[in-house]
């Protein structure tokens, strides 16, 4: 039986849980450029195995938010983290070995770590009152400092222990979060399981509105923010104008994404003070000016520093506001399901970036224009497609006041 802990504590624990799993999930990331030198792979080869665990990670999500609506944040954080263990001991495996085939079948299985936030969203929730959810989320998107410690510490692990020791250690490490889990994680009081079949749950939370315009938003900010923080590595290594090694460039990809992890309760925090509309809107214009400045290659060091760092800011504050605006609106009883389809959507935004760029690099003039004007023209087409288009509260709740009201 799970030792109880309060609101405080479950929250700081499974912030925990979520950065040892995006740890996992990112821990192929870091070592691309090392494994892309090693057994010769091109520019899109290694664009692919970067985004396979994202793949996985995206659309694994759905059916894990649905299942966290029915079994609850303790089971699903255990089960997730048990998954885990097995994929990031054959990444290792493979990796040393040199065998591409194998090695991406076991990144794209190694996506299961990255459906953790899906359990994390409405385990935080059912803690939390409304009006701190946005504060709550923030704290738990944190968690996704995972890619950070990844970036950081993955490259000097592997130069320090190998390559094969430094993915044991991390499976431990899952397996001791497990643990941790079993004993001390407890879902909230309030909580009730969602007994309904998944299919017609996961249609209901499909039809609702505030599902596909969150689907956009978070598409963009957190696909953006994966897409670099897994990417950058190599972008990094590829432009001659940074020359970094290895560990150099986790180093720097670390730093982009503790600034997005910092960024995000603030992003969750301000939209407990004003309308998450605006923090949103306020990430799409800043995502596209400097995703602008990052296409013309600023120098190293402080130039880039905080050309990168302001982007990702703007992407951390953004995957804050997203949430808490889901959490607003969605039904308190559609929020596994609707989060799942969310999350699934902004890991589907960070799949296909790697991918663009990858295909895109120009190779004679050493640059990624192509991939990053894109970035920019889809920050300012959803800027002006939520500015006008997505009410900034639900349409449904207003009609019902203003009904009441005109009744009394």
Same mark, same amino acid.
């Given at each position: ?10 929250? %700081? ?9 995006? !740890?996992? !999930?990112?821990?192929? #990331? ?62 290792? +495996? ?22 953790? =936030?899906?359990? /994390? ?12 959810? #946005? ?7 944190? /968690? ?39 004993? =001390?994680?407890?879902?909230? *009081? ?8 998944? =299919? ?11 599902? !596909? ?32 090694? %290895? ?16 960024? $995000? ?16 809107? /306020?990430?799409?214009?800043?995502? %596209? ?14 130039? %880039? ?17 997203? =949430? ?6 969605? *039904? ?32 004679? /003039? ?10 920019? +023209? ?16 639900? *349409? ?6 203003? $009904? ?5």
């Amino acid at each position: 039986m799970a030792t109880k802990l309060g609101q405080t504590g479950n929250l %700081a624990l499974a912030t925990f849980v979520s950065m040892v799993n995006f !740890w996992a !999930w990112n821990v192929i #990331g870091p070592m691309s450029s090392k494994l892309s030198d090693e057994m010769g792979l091109t520019a899109s080869q290694s664009a692919v195995l970067v985004a396979m665990p994202v793949l996985v990670g995206s659309l694994g999500r759905i059916p894990v938010g649905a299942l966290t609506d029915k079994f609850g944040g303790r089971v699903m954080f255990l089960a997730v983290s048990l998954a885990s263990i097995i994929p990031v001991l054959a990444v290792g +495996i493979f990796g040393n070995a040199n065998q591409y085939v194998p090695l991406l079948a076991s990144a794209f299985l190694l996506g299961i770590a990255g459906t953790v =936030f899906t359990v /994390g969203i409405p385990f935080v929730n059912s803690w939390y009152p409304p009006e701190r959810r #946005g504060f709550a989320t923030g704290v738990f998107g944190a /968690g996704m400092v995972g890619t950070a410690v990844s970036a950081f510490f993955t490259p000097r692990f592997v130069n320090i222990f190998g390559h094969i020791q430094t993915h044991v250690i991390l499976a431990v490490l899952l397996a001791v979060t497990a643990v941790l889990v079993y004993f =001390f994680l407890s879902d909230a *009081p309030v909580w009730q399981p969602q007994t309904d079949p998944f =299919f017609p749950k996961l249609w209901a939370a499909a039809k609702l509105p505030v599902t !596909w315009n969150m689907c956009v938003l978070y598409g963009v900010v957190f696909g953006g923010f994966v897409a670099f923080s897994t990417y950058l590595p190599t972008y990094i290594k590829t432009i001659d104008l940074y020359d970094f090694d %290895a560990i150099q460039a986790g180093t720097r990809t670390a730093a982009f994404a503790l600034a997005a992890v910092v960024a $995000r309760p603030l992003g969750g925090m301000l939209s407990d003070k004003i309308q998450p509309k605006i923090v949103v809107l /306020g990430s799409l214009a800043g995502t %596209a000016v400097m995703a602008a400045l990052v296409n013309i290659q600023p120098a190293p060091e402080l130039q %880039a520093g905080l050309v990168f760092g302001g982007l990702a800011f703007f992407l951390g504050i953004g995957t804050g506001g997203v =949430f808490a605006w889901l959490s607003r609106l969605t *039904p308190a009883n559609r929020v596994g399901s609707v989060t799942g389809l969310v999350s699934a959507a902004g890991g589907l935004g960070g799949y296909f970036p790697p991918l663009v760029m990858g295909a895109t690099y120009n190779a004679a /003039g050493n640059n990624y224009h192509v991939g990053l004007i894109l970035l920019v +023209i889809t920050a300012a087409v959803v800027f002006v497609y939520t500015f006008f288009l997505v009410p900034a509260t639900d *349409p449904t709740k207003r009609v019902s006041r203003d $009904r009441k009201a005109i009744n009394s």
